[in-house]
C-alpha cells in the first residue's frame, strides 16, 4: 500500500485516505438498500498503559486492536485517526452485534508478561440515518457521541442523536466564555446555610458557583461545571469562588456577624493542572481570613482516581489547618474503605439518603448504622438535601449534627442574606465559641443507649428505642432541645403535650406536673453526675430515668443533660410506697424499700420542703452497703453501736418484739454531726419488704440533752444543798463569758423548779444589789462583788468569802457567801454558796 494512505504504526489507512473508502463504501451499501454507520473508537486509559508497561507495549497494544479492526471490518473499512482513535465504517444492520463481539474481544486484546490486560474502549456512533452527512461531519458525530462515555472506566458504546450537538454547542460556549464569565462577574456565589441540628443555628455556610449569563440565562453547576472539570478549566472558577467567599466574610465580619466556616468545592482537575492546595493557602493567608474558616469539600468520586496522591493532598489540607469534608458520601461505592483510610473532618451524607427515607424502613436503619459509625470514627456529620420536618426530626433523632437542605434555605446571594436579616427572617448565625458544646451534643445517636451507658459497669446497652431526650438547662429555662421518637410518644401520652424545641421558662414548669423532674435535673445539672430518678407522672405512675450531665455551654452557661426513660411504674404500686413512707415520718428525708430475700433496695430521697419523694437510687446488698456507708457518713463516736446493731438479723428480732426497730445516730454534714432518726418496719402486706425511713431529730435530741444535762446538774446540786443543810441558793458561773444557773434550795426563793439562767452574773448582781442587798451594806457589797475582787481572792486565798444582809421578804437576813472555781466536765465553773447564819 502507498505510505502515503496508510498509518506507519498499525497499517491501517491512514485518516485521509479513510475518507475516500468510506465514501465508496457508504454508496455501496446505498445501492444494496442498506444502511451505513460510523463508529468512533477510543482506547480509554492508553496514557495510563503507557506509563505502566512502556510505549513498547503501548505500540503491541495499538497493532492488536488495528488486528481486531481488520477482523471485524475489514483493512479498507477502518482507520487510525490519530493517537489511540481510530474509526471504521460499516452496514447498520447487526451492528450492536459486531460492537459486543468486538468489546468482547477487547477483554483479551494484550498480554503483558504472560497476563492478559484488559482494556477499556468506549465507542460512538453515527448512523446516516439520522441525516445524510458527510464522512468527515459522521466521524465528528461519531466522536461526540462518545463523550457521554468518555470518563467511564468500562467499556461501552453511545449512539449520536441532536442534543448530543446540542451539548457540544453548549459545551464550546462554556469553555470560550469561561474568561469573561470570571472577569464580568457572570460567575457568582450562591450561599446555602448548613444548620447545626441542635440550636437550629447556622454554624457553616457551603459557597455554590451559579453563571448568570447574559445570553443563555441562569445556569445552574451541573450546566457548566462538567464541562470545566472535563476541559480542567474549573481551577478558575474555583480559586475565584475562593475570592469572592474571602471578600465576603470580611464584608460580613465589618458587619458584625459571627464569622461562620464556608465551604467550597473542589474538582478532581483542580489537583491535576495546579498545586491547588498551595494556591488556595496563599489566597487565605494574604486574606487574613483563620485557614480553620474554610473547609474544603471534596467528593468521593475524586479519591477514586490515584488514590495515594488525593490522600496525600488532603492530609496537606489538614496539616496547614483546613478542614476537609467528604461531599457526597453514599453516592459512589468505595466509601467505607476511604474512611478508613483518611480522617476526613466531616462526613456529608448524600441527597439520594434523603430521597431514599420517605420509600422505606432499610433507608433509615442504613443512615442511622452510618451515623453511628460516623460518630464511633470521632467525624462530625452532615446530610444534604433535608427537605421536609420529617426528615429533620429523623437526622436529630439519629445524631446527624448538621443539616443542609431546602427545608432550612435554599441556596442565595450574599444581599439576599443581609435583607432577610434586615426583614429579621433569616436562621442566626452560632456563636463558634459554642460550636464544640453543640458538636458533642447533636453527636449522640437517640437510637442508641451505649452513650449514657459508657463506662458504666453490667448496664445493659441493648435497649434500642428507650425514650430518650436532651435537655438544655440554664438558670431559668429548660429546652426538649433533642428527643426521639419514643420520647416524643411518652411525652403526648403522659403530659398530653405535643413536645416542641422551644426553651420554657422554668417559672411555668415549677407550677405544673413536671416541678420535681425539673429539680432533679438542676441537681443533676449541678453535681455532674450520673443519677438514676424517679419523676411523677401526672397520671400517678412513675417514669424511672436516668440522667447524665453531658456537657456545658462556656458562652451561655447552659448545661446539657442527657436522659433516658428507663421503665415506668404504675400508680398502684407507687400508692404503696408513698403511704407506706408517709406513715413512717412525716419528716423523713431518705426512705429505702428493702426486698429482705435479695437484700436490693430502692433509695427514695424527698426534695427540699416537697411532700414527695422524687430521688431513686437502685442497689443491692442493702445491709452491707449500709454498714459501709456508715464507716463514711457517721459521726465517729456512733459507728461502733450502728455497726453492731444494723444486721437484718437484729433489725427482724426488734421488729418481732417491738413492731419496729429504731435506732439514734448521729450523721456528720459539712463536719457538723448532726442527730437522725432511723425507723423501720415490715411491710403488712408483703413481709417480704422492709421500710426504712430516716428522719432528722437533731433538734429534739438536743432540746432532750440539754434537758438531761440541765437535771443532772440540779441533781448534784440538790444533793450539795441537802447534804450541807442551809443553802440557800447556789450559783454555777462560768468565768469565760460569766453567764451562769441559778439553783435554788429554799421555797422562800420561790423556786422556779430547774433552774433560772443568766447572761451576766456580776452585772445582774450589781444592779439586784439595788433592792436586794439591805441599805448599810449595800456600798460595801457592789465593791467587793465584781469579778477582779472575786478571782482576785480566789487566786490569793483559794476561795472568796463575804457576809452581808439581805433584804428577803421585808426582812434582814444575815448571809455568808463562799465562792470557789471548780472544774465541771473539763471547763472552769466559779461555785458560788450562800448560807443564812
Ligand atoms: P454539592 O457540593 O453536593 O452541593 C449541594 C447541592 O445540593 C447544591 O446544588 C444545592 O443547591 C443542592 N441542594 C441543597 N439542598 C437541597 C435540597 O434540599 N433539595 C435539593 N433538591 N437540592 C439541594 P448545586 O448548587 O446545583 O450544586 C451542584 C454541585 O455542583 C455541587 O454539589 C458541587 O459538587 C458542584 N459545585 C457547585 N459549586 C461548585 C464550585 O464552586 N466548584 C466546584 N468544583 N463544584 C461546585
Ligand atoms: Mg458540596
Ligand atoms: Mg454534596
Redesign the pocket.
Known amino acids: 500500500m502507498d505510505v502515503t494512505l496508510v498509518d506507519y504504526l498499525t497499517g491501517l489507512p491512514n485518516m485521509n485516505y479513510f475518507m475516500g473508502l468510506a465514501s465508496e463504501k457508504k454508496d455501496k451499501l446505498a445501492k444494496q438498500q442498506e444502511n451505513a454507520a460510523i463508529l468512533f473508537f477510543d482506547l480509554y486509559g492508553m496514557r495510563k498503559f503507557n506509563n505502566e508497561y512502556g510505549f513498547e507495549q503501548g505500540n503491541v497494544l495499538l497493532k492488536s486492536f488495528a488486528g481486531l479492526l481488520i477482523n471485524f471490518f475489514g483493512n479498507t473499512n477502518c482507520c487510525r485517526i490519530g493517537g489511540d482513535d481510530f474509526a471504521a465504517i460499516t452496514e447498520e444492520d447487526g451492528i450492536e452485534n459486531k460492537i459486543q463481539n468486538l468489546l468482547e474481544n477487547c477483554k483479551a486484546l494484550v498480554k503483558v508478561e504472560g497476563q492478559i490486560v484488559e482494556v477499556t474502549v468506549h465507542i460512538g456512533v453515527y448512523l446516516f440515518k439520522t441525516e445524510d452527512v458527510g464522512i468527515n461531519l459522521a466521524c465528528d458525530r461519531a466522536k461526540l457521541a462518545c463523550a457521554p462515555i468518555r470518563q467511564s472506566n468500562e467499556s461501552g458504546h453511545n449512539y449520536y442523536d441532536i442534543t448530543i450537538s446540542q451539548a457540544n454547542e453548549k459545551r464550546q460556549y462554556i469553555i470560550d466564555n469561561l474568561d469573561k464569565a470570571l472577569e464580568e462577574h457572570w460567575i457568582t456565589?450562591?450561599y446555602?446555610p448548613i444548620v447545626r441540628a441542635v440550636s437550629r443555628r447556622v454554624c457553616d455556610e457551603?459557597?455554590?458557583?451559579?453563571w448568570i449569563d447574559p445570553v443563555k440565562g441562569f445556569l445552574?453547576?451541573?450546566d457548566f461545571?462538567p464541562i470545566l472539570?472535563e476541559a480542567k478549566l474549573?481551577y478558575k472558577?474555583?480559586l475565584y469562588?475562593l475570592e469572592q467567599v474571602l471578600e465576603k466574610m470580611k464584608f460580613m465580619a465589618s458587619k458584625g456577624f459571627y464569622m461562620i466556616s464556608q465551604?467550597?468545592?473542589?474538582?478532581r482537575s483542580?489537583f491535576e493542572v495546579c498545586d491547588i492546595v498551595e494556591e488556595i493557602c496563599k489566597r487565605i493567608d494574604s486574606s487574613g481570613v483563620p485557614r480553620n474558616k474554610i473547609n474544603i469539600?471534596i467528593?468521593e468520586s475524586i479519591l477514586g482516581q490515584d488514590f495515594e496522591f488525593m490522600k496525600l493532598q488532603i492530609d496537606r489540607f489538614k496539616k496547614l489547618g483546613f478542614s476537609v469534608w467528604m461531599?457526597?458520601f453514599g453516592s459512589g461505592y468505595s466509601s467505607l474503605d476511604v474512611l478508613h483510610q483518611i480522617q476526613f473532618d466531616l462526613i456529608?451524607f448524600?441527597?439520594s439518603f434523603?430521597r431514599q427515607l420517605d420509600k422505606g424502613k432499610n433507608a433509615k436503619i442504613i443512615l442511622a448504622e452510618l451515623m453511628r459509625m460516623a460518630s464511633a470514627l470521632g467525624v462530625d456529620t452532615v446530610c444534604?438535601?433535608?427537605?421536609t420536618e420529617e426528615q429533620v426530626q429523623f437526622l436529630m433523632e439519629i445524631g446527624c449534627s448538621k443539616i443542609?437542605?431546602?427545608?432550612f434555605q435554599?441556596?442565595i446571594p450574599v444581599e439576599q442574606i443581609l435583607e432577610k436579616y434586615e426583614k429579621g427572617n433569616q436562621i442566626g448565625f452560632e456563636n463558634p465559641d459554642e460550636a464544640h458544646y453543640c458538636e458533642t451534643i447533636g453527636r449522640i445517636n437517640l437510637h442508641d443507649l451505649s452513650v449514657i451507658s459508657q463506662n458504666e459497669d453490667g448496664f445493659n446497652s441493648f435497649f434500642s428505642t428507650l425514650p430518650m431526650v436532651i435537655f438544655e438547662t440554664s438558670e431559668d429555662s429548660v429546652k426538649f432541645t433533642r428527643y426521639n421518637q419514643s420520647y416524643h410518644e411518652f411525652f403526648e401520652r403522659y403530659y398530653g403535650i405535643s413536645l416542641q424545641n422551644e426553651a420554657v421558662p422554668i417559672q411555668t414548669i415549677m407550677q405544673g406536673p413536671g416541678a420535681s423532674f425539673i429539680l432533679v435535673l438542676r441537681q443533676a445539672t449541678k453535681e455532674g453526675k450520673r443519677l438514676f430518678i424517679d419523676v411523677n407522672l401526672p397520671d400517678g405512675s412513675v417514669a424511672h430515668y436516668f440522667i447524665r450531665k453531658m456537657e456545658e455551654n462556656p458562652v451561655t452557661k447552659t448545661s446539657a443533660v442527657v436522659a433516658a426513660v428507663l421503665s415506668i411504674k404504675d400508680a398502684e404500686q407507687r400508692e404503696i410506697y408513698a403511704n407506706l413512707a408517709r406513715a413512717l415520718a412525716s419528716d423523713y428525708f431518705s426512705l429505702y424499700y428493702v426486698n429482705l430475700e435479695t437484700d436490693e433496695f430502692i433509695e427514695y430521697k424527698s426534695i427540699a420542703s416537697k411532700e414527695e419523694l422524687s430521688t431513686e437510687r437502685h442497689g443491692d446488698e442493702f445491709f452491707r452497703r449500709a454498714r459501709l456507708d456508715a464507716l463514711t457518713h457517721l459521726y465517729e463516736e456512733d459507728v461502733d453501736a450502728f455497726i453492731k446493731v444494723f444486721t437484718k438479723e437484729n433489725i427482724l428480732k426488734q421488729i418481732e418484739e417491738t413492731g419496729t426497730f429504731v435506732h439514734v445516730y448521729r450523721l456528720v454534714k459539712f463536719g457538723i454531726p448532726y442527730y437522725v432518726n432511723m425507723k423501720a418496719v415490715q411491710m403488712t402486706t408483703n413481709k417480704k419488704y422492709l421500710i426504712i425511713g430516716v428522719s432528722n431529730v437533731d433538734a429534739q435530741v438536743k432540746e432532750q440533752k440539754l434537758l438531761a444535762q440541765v437535771r443532772q446538774n440540779q441533781l448534784v446540786y440538790s444533793r450539795l444543798m441537802a447534804l450541807s443543810g442551809d443553802y440557800l441558793c447556789i450559783y454555777v458561773i462560768n468565768p469565760e463569758d460569766n453567764s451562769y444557773i441559778e439553783f435554788q434550795g429554799s421555797t422562800n426563793f420561790d423556786s422556779l423548779g430547774i433552774s433560772k439562767n443568766g447572761k451576766d452574773f456580776f452585772e445582774d448582781t450589781q444592779k439586784n444589789a439595788e433592792h436586794a442587798v439591805a441599805e448599810e451594806d449595800r456600798e460595801e457589797f457592789k465593791r467587793r462583788h465584781t469579778k477582779e475582787c472575786i478571782m482576785k481572792d480566789i487566786e490569793k486565798d483559794g476561795v472568796f468569802i463575804s457576809s452581808h444582809h439581805l433584804l428577803i421578804n421585808n426582812e434582814r437576813v444575815k448571809i455568808s457567801l463562799r465562792c470557789v472555781l471548780a472544774q465541771e466536765n473539763g471547763e472552769n465553773r466559779l461555785i458560788m454558796g450562800m448560807r443564812k447564819v
Open positions: 456565589v450562591y446555602q457551603e459557597a455554590l458557583a451559579r445552574s453547576p451541573a461545571i472539570e474549573i472558577v474555583d469562588i465551604s467550597i468545592n473542589l474538582s483542580d469539600e467528593t461531599d457526597d456529608k448524600d441527597m434523603m444534604e438535601g433535608a427537605e443542609q437542605g431546602y427545608y435554599k441556596p
